[in-house]
Every structure is written in structure tokens, then in C-alpha cells.
């Protein structure tokens, strides 16, 4: 599983390729599944270049998909300062009670605890708390807590990556068609290539679909910037694995059938319960696990992802998976062949 690792595996510096800018997809494909799809087989080193929606011929009766279900929710808000009326910009990142949130904050060194700021329809927040890196905690209040997703998918903005300039696409593109539990500042990405036909196709075949959530955060943009990665702290993020999904994942493996995590957020997910239990067990819980190369990954047998940041731990994550020198050459055979790159991007599969 790729479990031995180099002294240069471990270094910032070997995670880092030149990626032509009109590289970078600003808008999905015309169609979900009508992306790119760089096809990878561990064990022989070859390769092949596909659609996604050839994925039906290309994996094998008997496979098992375990998806994110989570669900973006519009966690950009502005408000204006109660005692001035300047206009503020805050991400929620992380709930901590009904109306109680954790969220960055623009020129935050201007706002202080015991501020109140005024949103849309009433709307009031107090700061209870401020932490380093604009970090806040608010109390909002004028609504009752089971209103204010509501109100959110009202006034708040999807927050789309920093290297996503357009605003073209329909918000909907940004979620995946199996999207349900709203928590995350950030789709799941691998699974933004599915349609219901594609699901259909893949049932006729054998090949079952599995949901778990896990609730991504701001942290997935930030790069690793430590020199050795191992000093690098991760961000946490909640999760829950289903009983009903851990049963059926152990039942697979025993079977000695495949398990394919769509996306690194499901994989990460997996590997946590794996490490956690030496078995799949139901589990709610929030996880910081850093996988990268010298960890062994041994929840799953196959890997469905989109291409990814130079520096990023998602990066590192696939390096774990299927060798870092394996993993920069097929990065810069998807440079050379123009794959469409990051979020709304072309995807992997990796075996």
C-alpha cells in the first residue's frame, strides 16, 4: 500500500507542480458526467484516458461506491456593525450550538467581543469571542434556530473556492445529486461527475452505491507550509459513518470485494473508523487524520478524485495512495493532455 516513504516524501517541496492558469476549470462540463476521467491501475503503473461516464465498463460487478452526502450551504453572510453601519463579511465555518457559530471574519481585528452586527430581515449577531486568525464565535438571535438554514439559503452566498473567479455556473452544479445533510463550506468534488442515470447504469452492473457525511471545512483550502509535512497540524471535521453503511462495508470486506471511496472526504472518513476500530463500526465523531506518504491506507481498494492543489494535503493524501513519483508523473501526463484541474474539474480513478 505504498507504506514506505522517502526522506523527499516528506519534504513541502516535492509537492509542487506548474499548472498552466487556463488549467484551472472555472465552470463544470456541460454535463456532469461528461468530464474526463485519468484512469490508473496501481499495480501494473498503466494508465488510460476516459469519460466518467464510461465508469459502469470500467470497474467490476460486486464494486461498492461509498459517497459524501454532505451538502454546501451559503456560509457567506454580510452584516453591518450596529454602532457604525460598516459593512462586514463573515464565513461560518462550524456550528457550535443552534445559533451559535464559529466563523471567520473580514478585517477582523476590527471587530471585538460584545459587538452586535445587523443582517437581512432583523437579523442580530453578537460576538461571544475572538481567536487567532480571524477566527469568531457569534450568537445570532430575532429567529428560531430551526429557521435559520432557511434563512441562510436566503441571504447567504456558496462560497466557492478561491481560484474559482467565475460566477457563471448554477449554484445547484456545486452540489452533488446525492447532496442531503447541509454542513460543508466546500462540495465533496469527486462526487459533483454523478447523475441519476449514471447511478442506474452502475446498479445494473452490480455496482451499489453507500453514503456516509462528513462536513468539510475552510481547512481544505489551506496549504500544507511546513517544511517537513509531518509538523503539519490538520483541521477537524465532523463526520458520521451510518450503522447501516458499516455494516454493508464490513460484509464487503469480508467478501474480499472491492470498496471505492468517491472523493478523499469519504476516504478520510473510512480510514478514521478503520484506524479507530480495525473494523467498520457506526460513529459520529470529528477527525484531523493526515494521511500521507509512509501511512499504510487500508479501507479501501479504490479511489474516485479530482486533481489537486500543489502543497495541499489532499495531494499528499493520493501520494499516500499510489506513490508520490507515480502520482507526479500522472499529473504531468493530465497537464500534458489538458485535463480540466481542481473543483469543478476532470477526475481519477485510482486502483
Not at 464565535?137 to 441562510?152: H, N, T, V, Y
Not at 452490480?206 to 457525511?213: A, F, Q, S
Not at 495541499?312 to 507515480?326: D, F, K, N, Q
Request: aromatic content about 10%; charged content about 25%; cysteine-free.
Amino acid at each position: 500500500m505504498h507504506a514506505t516513504e522517502t526522506a523527499e516524501d516528506l519534504l513541502l517541496s516535492s509537492y509542487d507542480y506548474p499548472l498552466p492558469e487556463e488549467l484551472i476549470a472555472q465552470t463544470p462540463a456541460d454535463q456532469r458526467d461528461a468530464s474526463r476521467l485519468l484512469v490508473y491501475e496501481r499495480r501494473t503503473g498503466q494508465y488510460q484516458h476516459r469519460m466518467f461516464s464510461d465508469l459502469p465498463e470500467l470497474l467490476q460487478p460486486g464494486d461498492l461506491l461509498v459517497v459524501n452526502n454532505t451538502r454546501v450551504f451559503p456560509a457567506r453572510i454580510f452584516g453591518t456593525k450596529a454602532h457604525t453601519g460598516t459593512r462586514f463579511e463573515f464565513l461560518l465555518t462550524r456550528q457550535i450550538e443552534a445559533l451559535e457559530w464559529q466563523a471567520i471574519g473580514k478585517h477582523s481585528r476590527r471587530i471585538k467581543p460584545g459587538y452586535s452586527f445587523e443582517f437581512a430581515e432583523g437579523i442580530q449577531a453578537e460576538i461571544l469571542a475572538s481567536h487567532p486568525g480571524g477566527q469568531l464565535d457569534l450568537r445570532f438571535s430575532g429567529l428560531k434556530p430551526s429557521e435559520f438554514m432557511a434563512w441562510l439559503e436566503r441571504h447567504g452566498e456558496i462560497p466557492y473556492p478561491p481560484y474559482i473567479t467565475a460566477r457563471e455556473s448554477e449554484k445547484e452544479r456545486y452540489q452533488t445529486v446525492f447532496s442531503q445533510t447541509h454542513g460543508s463550506v466546500a462540495a465533496p468534488t469527486a462526487g459533483l461527475h454523478f447523475t441519476p442515470e449514471l447511478f442506474e447504469s452502475l446498479a445494473q452492473k452490480g455496482i451499489e452505491k453507500l453514503e456516509l457525511t462528513l462536513h468539510i471545512g475552510i481547512g481544505t483550502f489551506s496549504p500544507v507550509r511546513t517544511q517537513n509535512i509531518q509538523e503539519h497540524t490538520m483541521h477537524q471535521e465532523w463526520y458520521t459513518l451510518p450503522a447501516e453503511t458499516a455494516e454493508r462495508l464490513n460484509q464487503q470486506r469480508q467478501s474480499g470485494k472491492r470498496i471505492i471511496a468517491v472523493g478523499t472526504t469519504s476516504l478520510r472518513t473510512l480510514e478514521t473508523v478503520w484506524r479507530k476500530f480495525g473494523s467498520f463500526q457506526a460513529d459520529s465523531d470529528e477527525t484531523r487524520i493526515f494521511i500521507y506518504p509512509g501511512q499504510s491506507i487500508e479501507a479501501i481498494d479504490g479511489l474516485i478524485t479530482n486533481f489537486h492543489l500543489p502543497h495541499s494535503s489532499l495531494l499528499m493524501l493520493v501520494a499516500a495512495w499510489i506513490g508520490r513519483e507515480r502520482m507526479m508523473k500522472l499529473y504531468a501526463e493530465a497537464i500534458q493532455e489538458k485535463y480540466r484541474f481542481f473543483s469543478f474539474g476532470d477526475a481519477s480513478l485510482l486502483l
